[in-house]
Nanobody, 114 residues
Framework: QVQLVESGGGLVQPGGSLRLSCAAS????????MSWYRQTPGKQRELVAA???????NYGDSVKGRFTISRDNAKNMVYLQMNSLKVEDTAVYYC????????WGQGTQVTVSS
C-alpha cells in the first residue's frame, strides 16, 4: 500500500523559512520522480518542485532561488526547504510520487502571514 505522509507545515512570518518532509512507503522510491505541488482554494494545483531519480531538479518560476528540493533514497524521504517565504506561498502543499497520475499525500498547510 502506497503511503506519502507530509509534515513540517505551519504558520510563519513573511521572510521566514520552513522545511517540509515527506515519508514514502510502499513504492520503489529510489527510481521515481518525487515532487511537491501546492494548491489554494479556487486555483489550480501547481508544481512547486520536482526531483528525479538521479537528483536532477525542476522548480516552478515563482519559487526559483527560494525553495530547494532534496531526497534521501536510503530513508525514502523527500524534503522541501522553503526560504524567504511570501504571503503568496500560502497553500496546502502535497507530496507526489511519479507524476500527476501517481500517488499523493494528504497535504500539509503552509500559512505565511504577519
Amino acid at each position: 500500500q502506497v503511503q506519502l505522509v507530509e509534515s513540517g507545515g505551519g504558520l510563519v512570518q513573511p521572510g521566514g523559512s520552513l522545511r517540509l518532509s515527506c515519508a514514502a512507503s510502499g513504492i520503489m522510491f529510489s527510481i521515481l520522480t518525487m515532487s511537491w505541488y501546492r494548491q489554494t482554494p479556487g486555483k489550480q494545483r501547481e508544481l512547486v518542485a520536482a526531483i528525479g531519480r538521479h537528483g536532477n531538479t525542476n522548480y516552478g518560476d515563482s519559487v526559483k532561488g527560494r525553495f530547494t528540493i532534496s531526497r534521501d533514497n536510503a530513508k525514502n524521504m523527500v524534503y522541501l526547504q522553503m526560504n524567504s517565504l511570501k504571503v503568496e506561498d500560502t497553500a496546502v502543499y502535497y507530496c507526489n510520487a511519479d507524476g500527476e497520475s501517481g500517488s499523493w499525500g494528504q497535504g500539509t498547510q503552509v500559512t505565511v502571514s504577519s
